[in-house]
């Protein structure tokens, strides 16, 4: 078994009266969140909720007017925020140059903070239940404010099956954001995991440029998810950049930054619906193989030098994760297998040799055999190969170069 997690955002529909008690509520907890913050940050980073309690939770309740799960659960929402950075942290160590001028890695935890960790913006979580509970048959929720329970309205447009489904519902953010009210709940599901053993379709998909994405199937199937589109789009991003970085000025700067954002938003867009697209065409038992990019840089040859930093680009790794989380859904799963001669091999005779893979034409023509395809379908060809090793047993398959005979 294994357990999902989503959220789910509903709309609130507050009159005034309730949207201000909302606000103070949440102002209130902010308060108190950066109180915590501070007890923790002076006193070793104590991270013990029993501690918290002993120590704070009288003292709080007698100068607050937040109720009593209010306060506990502002102890627990410091805590996760200080178990979040502590991760961080650990996995973000300081690099520096030692006396004799090498790179050392020193492991960072908490201490390494100069201040509290703050909490800025107004906020409140909620616990199912004590704090907010759906009423009137589902058509109204119930949530606590500062005096008392109040009832209001709200939308789960988008999010409507979550409440159908078997899906437990669990702590709710109280969101404020452009003048607009918002419900966060974090919901899980356990469900069955995928099974190797359950004969499933393999798919073998290989992210590039020219195609975001060749997926080839199990049944001989190949799928292009065109790329042009986005790559026309990247172009042109990438010489508005050039020319704002040319400027150099204080609003060149501000708007290089707010073109980063816009595309990084974009490319996410883009990938929810490759990972959407792809779970939807193949469907549950599917197992979909992916190169493993970690600690591969993309010097090949393959790319126009301009192109190479667009294609390094962290939304291969967000693509992976979407999947990944996608396909755990609807027991399917995501493995990655080594990229090394992936788009050399032939899948008929299995000789690696790069000169066959024709750049200017896109095609890959074996010497050997004679075997001719598409260059990426070809890398699919060979991804999803890999893929059924893995499936057969082997661990860590990978491709590995044989010389051609005569
Ligand atoms: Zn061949």
């Known amino acids: 078994m294994v357990k999902l997690g989503r959220t789910i955002k509903l709309r609130l529909y507050p009159d005034t009266e309730q949207a201000a008690a909302f606000l103070a509520m949440s102002e209130e907890y902010r308060r ?41 659960s502002v102890f627990r929402t410091v805590v996760a925020h200080y178990k979040t950075v502590r991760e961080q942290m650990k996995q973000h ?28 913006r107004p906020q409140a979580d909620l616990v199912r239940q004590s704090n907010y509970s759906f009423v009137d048959k589902m058509q109204q929720l119930s949530i606590t404010t500062l005096g008392k329970r109040t009832k209001l309205r709200f939308t789960d447009k988008g999010f409507e099956k979550y409440f159908t489904e078997d899906w437990k519902l669990g702590t709710a953010k109280l969101v404020h954001n452009q003048g607009k009210w918002f419900l966060h709940i ?59 970085q040319s400027k150099g000025t204080k ?9 980063a954002q816009r595309e990084n ?19 549950s038992h599917t197992l979909f193989v992916l190169e493993d990019l970690t600690n591969v840089t993309f010097n090949t040859d393959d790319l126009p030098k301009s192109l190479r930093n667009s294609h390094r680009s962290w939304s291969f790794f967000q693509l992976e994760s979407f999947l990944m989380y996608k396909a755990q859904a609807i027991q399917s799963a995501v493995v990655k297998v080594n990229p090394a001669f992936t788009s050399q ?27 001719r395809c598409n260059d990426d379908r070809l890398g699919a060809m060979n991804i999803k190969m ?21």
């Open 265 to 283: 938003r974009w490319m996410t867009d883009v990938n929810h619906w490759l990972a959407k697209t792809l779970v939807a065409a193949y469907g």
């Open 345 to 371: 091999r032939c899948p008929r005779c299995g000789l690696v040799e790069k000169t066959n893979r024709h750049h200017e034409t896109h095609e890959y023509w074996c010497a050997q055999c004679q075997y």
């Open 186 to 244: 974090g919901i899980t599901k356990e469900t069955s995991d995928f099974d190797a053993k359950d004969n499933p379709q393999i798919v073998g998909i290989d992210r590039g440029l020219r195609f975001l994405a060749t997926a080839f199937d199990s049944e001989g199937k190949t799928r292009f998810f065109d790329g042009q589109k986005i790559l026309r789009k990247r172009k042109k991003l990438l010489e508005t950049r050039r020319q704002l």
């Open 93 to 120: 160590p300081y690099r520096c140059k030692d006396e004799e001028s090498k790179w050392v890695q020193v492991p960072r935890d908490l201490t390494w903070l100069v201040t509290s960790i703050q909490f800025h």
């Open 251 to 259: 609003s060149a700067k501000k708007k290089l930054k707010q073109l």
């Open 386 to 406: 890999l893929g059924q090793e893995w499936l057969n047993g082997i661990k860590r398959p990978k491709i590995t170069k044989l010389t051609a005979i005569g």
């Open 32 to 72: 108190l969140a950066n109180i915590v913050s501070q007890w923790i940050f002076d006193h070793g980073f104590q991270l013990s909720w029993l501690k918290i309690n002993h120590h704070m939770y009288k003292k709080i309740r007698q100068e607050s007017v937040l109720n009593s799960q209010m306060v506990q």
